[in-house]
C-alpha cells in the first residue's frame, strides 16, 4: 500500500493474475499466471498504482493482501461450497450457458443465485477497502455483474467500469432468468460497460429498455435514482485483444521455429497440417469440426497420409456436468474416426487434452497450415489473434466461425464459416488446405494489419480513457 488511503485502479475479476501451489514443505506459494487480462492491465497498473481483487483458484485458501510486479494482489476467499454454487453452478452452469445462445441447457437454482449474490457482495467489499477516493474500479465479467451496484453503493465518489468478456445475450433468451433484473441493476452500478461486440451492447441496451423502462439514447442509459437525481450509464463496444507484439516476436525466436519444425516432422511431414485450439467447452464447435473433418476424410476429399489434424482441448471446469459429457463426445469422435482411417505413423487426428506454455502454442500456430476457429459463439476468441499474430511469414490460412466476436474484425482475410453447415464447413476446409501461397500472403497480411494494431494495450486504454472521461460525476438534479 501506498502512504494514500488506497489504490488508484482497482480492478476486480474471478481469478488473481497467478497461479497458486504448495510448495515442498507445505507453504503457499504464487507464480505469475500469463492470463491476456494481465498482460492488458500490468502497464496501467504499474504506471498507476493498482490492486487486484480476485480468487486464487483453491477453496478455503486465506491469505492477506501482497505485493507482486508492483501490484497489491488481494485474494478473496471462497468454500468449497461456494465454488461449487457461485462458479461452477451460476456462473459457469447458468449464466456462461444463457450468454452462450444456450447450446447446453441453463440450470436455475435459488441456492446457487444465492451463493452468487453473496460471492459478489465479499468481491465488491473487497474492492472497496482497496479503493482510493475517487479511483477507477474495474470490475470484470459474467461471473461479477452485481459488483458495480454494490460498489456503488457504498462508495459514490468512484468511478465504475465493468467489460463483459463473453456474449451478451438477446432479450429472449435473457429474460429466462429469473433474476434478470437484479443483474441489469448491478450492471447498471457502473458508469461505462463494455462489451466485445456493438450487438451485444445493443443486446443490453434493448433488455435495459424492456425490463427496466429507462430512457435511453444512442449508447446512453438514463438510470433514475432515488435520491431524484438521474445518471447516465454508457454502453459500448471495446473489442478485446492480445499483446500482438509479444506474440509476434515470442514466434520469431530460433527455439520456437525450430520447435515448429520439429513438430510438423514429428507429425510425418504432412503437406496440410491443420490446428484446432479450445478450452474443452461446449461453446467452440469442437464435435462440429472434427465431424466435418471425419466426412472429408470418409468422402475421400482429405486423406491421413497428406492431411493431419491436431486438436488441443485444454482442460476446464471439469466439476461440470456438461463439460464432462462434452469430453466423453469428443474423445469417443476423436476415437471412431483414428479407428476408421488413421494408419501406422498417420493419425487422423492428433487430439492434446493439455494446457501448453505459450512458446509451445506459438510454435504450433507456426507449423499450422490451417487454422480451425469453429465456435457456435464465443465472446471475441483470442487464438484466432494469436494465430495472426505467429504468423510473420505471412503464410497460413484462418477458418473463423461467424459466431465469433473476432469475426466481426477479422472477416476480410479469414475465411468465414457458419459451424452448423457442416458441408459449407467441409467446402470451406478444402478451400483453405488449397488456398496458393499469394492469396495466403494477402489475406494474412490484412489479418496482420489489424491484429497488430489494435492490440491489448490500445483495448484498454481506450476503455479507461472513455470511462475517465465521462461527464463529472457529481449528478444533475431532474427537474420537479
Ligand atoms: C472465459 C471467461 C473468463 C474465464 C476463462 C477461463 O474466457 O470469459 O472469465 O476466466 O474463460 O475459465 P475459468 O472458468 O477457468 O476461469
Do not use: C
Not at 287 to 313: F, M, N, P, S
Not at 444 to 471: C, Y
Amino acid at each position: 500500500m501506498t502512504g494514500k488511503e488506497g489504490f488508484d485502479l482497482v480492478v476486480v475479476a474471478n481469478r488473481l493474475p497467478v497461479d497458486f501451489t504448495v510448495g515442498p514443505g507445505g507453504e503457499i506459494e504464487w507464480k505469475r499466471s500469463p492470463g491476456g487480462l494481465v498482460t492488458a492491465l500490468e502497464p496501467v497498473m504499474q504506471a498507476s498504482d493498482g490492486a487486484w481483487v480476485g480468487w486464487s483458484g483453491a477453496p478455503d485458501l486465506a491469505s492477506e493482501p501482497f505485493d507482486a510486479d508492483e501490484m497489491r494482489l488481494v485474494p478473496v476467499t471462497l468454500s468449497a461450497d461456494e465454488i461449487e454454487r457461485y462458479y461452477e453452478g451460476f456462473s459457469n452452469d447458468t449464466l456462461w450457458p444463457l450468454y452462450h445462445d444456450v447450446i447446453s441447457p441453463p440450470t436455475y437454482h435459488r441456492t446457487w443465485w444465492d451463493a452468487y449474490r453473496r460471492v459478489n457482495q465479499r468481491f465488491a467489499d473487497a474492492a472497496v477497502a482497496q479503493a482510493a477516493p475517487g479511483a477507477v474500479v474495474w470490475v470484470h465479467d459474467y461471473q461479477l455483474q452485481l459488483v458495480p451496484q454494490m460498489i456503488r453503493a457504498q462508495r459514490p465518489d468512484v468511478r465504475i467500469g465493468f467489460f463483459n468478456h463473453i456474449p451478451f445475450p438477446p432479450l429472449e433468451l435473457f429474460q429466462q432468468l429469473p433474476w434478470r433484473r437484479q443483474v441489469i441493476d448491478g450492471l447498471l452500478g457502473a458508469d461505462l460497460v463494455g462489451f466485445q461486440r456493438a450487438g451485444d451492447a445493443a443486446n443490453f441496451i434493448r433488455a435495459v429498455r424492456r425490463l427496466r423502462a429507462h430512457t435511453t439514447r444512442g449508447p446512453i442509459i438514463t438510470v433514475p435514482g432515488e435520491d431524484g437525481r438521474d445518471r447516465h450509464v454508457r454502453a459500448a463496444a471495446f473489442p478485446i485483444s492480445i499483446d500482438s507484439r509479444r506474440f509476434d516476436e515470442l514466434a520469431r525466436t530460433p527455439e520456437v521455429q525450430q520447435r515448429s519444425r520439429e513438430i510438423r516432422a514429428d507429425l510425418g511431414d504432412p503437406d496440410i497440417m491443420m490446428l484446432g485450439v479450445d478450452r474443452l467447452d461446449y461453446t467452440k464447435g469442437i464435435r462440429h469440426r472434427i465431424k466435418a473433418y471425419g466426412e472429408l476424410l470418409q468422402d475421400g476429399r482429405l486423406d491421413v497420409e497428406h492431411a493431419t489434424l491436431v486438436q488441443v482441448a485444454s482442460p476446464s471446469r471439469e466439476n461440470v456436468d456438461a463439460y464432462q459429457e462434452l469430453r466423453e463426445h469428443v474423445e469417443g469422435a476423436v476415437g471412431r474416426i483414428n479407428g476408421e482411417y488413421a494408419e501406422i505413423g498417420h493419425a487422423a487426428i492428433h487430439y492434446l487434452h493439455h494446457s501448453y506454455p505459450p512458446e509451445e502454442m506459438a510454435a504450433l500456430y507456426l507449423a499450422a497450415d490451417v487454422m480451425l476457429v469453429t465456435a457456435l459463439r464465443d465472446g471475441m476468441n483470442l487464438v484466432a489473434k494469436e494465430y495472426v499474430a505467429a504468423r510473420s511469414d505471412d503464410r497460413g490460412v484462418l477458418v473463423l466461425s461467424e459466431f465469433t466476436g473476432a469475426a466481426d474484425e477479422l472477416s476480410s482475410g479469414a475465411l468465414l464459416v457458419n459451424p452448423h453447415d457442416i458441408d459449407g464447413m467441409k467446402d470451406i476446409i478444402v478451400a483453405a488446405a488449397h488456398m496458393d501461397h499469394r492469396e495466403q500472403r494477402k489475406r494474412m497480411r490484412r489479418l496482420r494489419r489489424k491484429v497488430l494494431t489494435d492490440d491489448v494495450a490500445r483495448w484498454s486504454e481506450s476503455f479507461l480513457g472513455v470511462l475517465t472521461a465521462m461527464p463529472s460525476r457529481v449528478p444533475r438534479r431532474r427537474p420537479e
